[in-house]
């Protein structure tokens, strides 16, 4: 029986063959060039007068323009038949323009390589960026909308270091998916990405065909939508606008409380001194125009922060696609987020009181960004931690299920029945917070714990704002523990598990100290087996470990010792109060 060939499955196409490639010729127009050609509109419209007078003098000192001095230059540049000049210039700018464009696309290239990822540029001041493929945290295709009018998207592989992330800008869209595919296959470890080049594949037209071919795709894709056709659309979960708009307001509320209370206590201050200088009617104006000034900004923040959420989660699916979780959303801008397997670092799924009544959840992520921590902070770093920005309980089922495919069966009921909706009456499997530090969780205390399992550590806290966080062991970068002086006379401790940087936080407080102490041992050990046997930051490779997974035993020293002393009674207690174990 014969071996299929990996290459019949493949697109005769592939950029992925170790060569140079440019980038669209129309990159620079929309890297700079349309900011640019704006900016210049602007300061033609506005000294549009001083540069037909300069010019005129320019070419036809005898014209005597200076002695017009009313009426539009522009009608005297036409009555004096000057129009051929006029063209001549203008077509003279836009050749210099189209030229510069010319050199600075030439200077733009980019390759994918067996091993990485590389974009060079520059004329001047040349730089060059390489992020390795095993390194790849994801690819990220984004479609601004401008560029979206003439079928370009930028393409970002996301590294895995602060401003590691290397951006493709801009291709058409169907090329930018085409180089996705590359460079995902061979991320996952695959080497069939580069075969289809050696046999050969159809030319690239040149640049004309290429703006052509982009401009109808983007004509043709602007209400279609992107990147939904290589998933199965039985099991992409969808968000319906009145839910989502809804479930935005009830978050807006939230701002519209919070900058109420800032104008309420701005107005406190203000009022008694406007009283204090004037009476009567003017005293009422004075203190009207004061809230409109400080009002209206304050209604026009809420709203825009509102909208920006909802802008930015409408077209909202999420699927499975071979080589990993696929994630769009956007009205204006569409963004495209594929997560490859065993780049997730956390799940947090979290539930505001003003959601309950409808049972609404969300679900966020830790994953490493390739940004600083200022963009992070930002906007678009928030959005792509956010894997659904709101479900139902069967929605939220259906991404757990997608983000985190290895949770074993038995920890469900951790998750949902015991932590979801926990604690429960009876039975209950997680490590809680002592009732004798109900003072630091006044209101959650009861709900406030942990459990460890040989897939993860999760987390359960809060009851105002509902939140169960996952740490998968096979990616935790580490756990410590804490112990202050007021700690100490409680017997209690504080735990916190380390992942990358991210709006999952993984920290349960006021835990008894012989609890911790086992703890801390119980999940180094499994945290060791389960990377060990994890092999899905290379999904698709056939290599298996060499050697067999390093055996310690539940009984062990190496598992039972603790790295940490909480307990005051005991007379090898450190001294230190605070120690990473």
């Avoid at 990485?116 to 992020?131: C, D, L, W």
């Avoid at 992409?236 to 009145?242: D, E, F, N, Y």
């Avoid at 009861?446 to 096979?474: E, M, N, Q, S, Y």
């Amino acid at each position: 029986m014969s071996t299929p060939d990996p290459r019949a499955a493949l697109p005769d196409e592939t950029l992925a063959d170790g060569e140079w490639h440019r980038l669209h010729p129309l990159t620079p127009l929309f890297k700079g060039g349309l900011v640019l050609l704006i900016v210049a509109g602007i300061v033609l419209n506005n000294f549009r007068d001083r540069i037909v007078y300069w010019i005129v003098d320019l070419f036809a000192p005898d014209a005597h323009m200076s002695d017009y001095s009313s009426g539009d230059p522009v009608d005297w540049v036409m009555e004096n038949n000057f129009i051929l000049l006029a063209l001549l210039i203008v077509l003279g700018v836009l050749i210099v323009l189209i030229v510069a464009f010319w050199i600075v696309w030439r200077f733009q290239e980019f390759r994918i390589s067996d091993d990485h990822v590389e974009v060079r540029k520059g004329i001047v001041f040349r730089s060059q960026r390489r992020a390795p493929l095993d390194r790849v945290q994801g690819v990220n295709l984004t479609r601004p909308f401008p560029a979206r009018l003439i079928g370009l998207a930028k393409l970002e592989v996301v590294g895995a270091g602060t401003d590691a992330n290397v951006p493709l800008e801009y291709l058409s869209t169907a090329k930018a998916e085409r180089v996705r595919a590359d460079i995902l296959r061979l991320a996952s470890g695959a080497r069939a990405a580069r075969l289809a080049r050696q046999d050969g594949g159809p030319v690239v037209g040149g640049v004309r065909a290429q703006v052509l071919e982009s401009v109808n795709a983007g004509v043709s894709g602007l209400i279609e939508g992107v990147d939904l056709t290589d998933v199965e659309p039985e099991s992409v979960v969808k968000i319906p606008t009145g839910r989502l708009v809804g479930s935005q307001l009830l978050s807006g509320l939230l701002w519209f409380v919070f900058f109420t209370a800032i104008f309420a206590v701005a107005m406190s201050f203000a009022i008694p001194g406007i009283l204090s200088e004037t009476d009567g009617p003017e005293a009422i104006g004075a203190i009207i125009a004061v809230m409109l000034g400080m009002g209206v900004p304050l209604v026009i923040a809420t709203v825009a922060v509102t909208w920006g959420q909802i802008s930015k989660s409408l077209r909202y699916s999420i699927a499975p696609t071979p080589d990993g979780v696929r994630i769009t959303y956007g009205l204006f801008t569409t963004t495209t987020e594929t997560i490859p397997p065993g780049r997730i670092f956390a799940v947090e799924v979290t539930q505001s009181l003003l959601w309950r009544p409808f049972g609404w959840w969300a679900v966020k992520i830790n994953r490493m960004s390739g940004k600083s921590a200022a963009q992070q902070q930002s906007g678009t770093g928030q959005q792509f931690s956010i894997v659904l920005p709101v479900g139902v309980a069967a929605d939220v089922q259906r991404v757990l299920g997608l983000i985190l495919p290895d949770m074993p069966s038995q920890d469900l009921p951790l998750v949902w029945q015991h932590g979801i909706h926990g604690p429960q009456a009876e039975g209950d499997p997680y490590q809680r917070l002592e009732k004798r530090g109900w003072w630091r969780r006044p209101f959650s205390w009861k709900r406030h714990g942990f459990a460890v399992t040989d897939f993860g550590l999760i987390l359960r806290r809060g009851v105002v704002w509902r939140k169960l966080a996952v740490f998968p062991l096979a990616r935790l970068q580490g756990v410590s523990v804490h112990q202050g002086p007021i700690d100490r006379a409680q017997r209690v401790g504080y735990l916190k598990a380390h992942s990358v940087t991210g709006v999952v936080l993984g920290d349960v407080v006021g835990i008894d100290s012989a609890v911790l102490n086992a703890a801390v041992g119980d999940v180094a050990h499994r945290a060791s087996v389960a990377a060990y046997a994890d092999h899905s930051h290379r999904w698709a490779s056939a290599e298996t470990p060499d050697a067999e997974a390093p055996v310690v035993a539940e009984n062990s020293d190496a598992a039972s010792e603790p790295l940490i002393d909480l307990v005051p009674e005991a007379p090898t207690a450190p001294e230190t109060d605070n120690r990473d174990a």
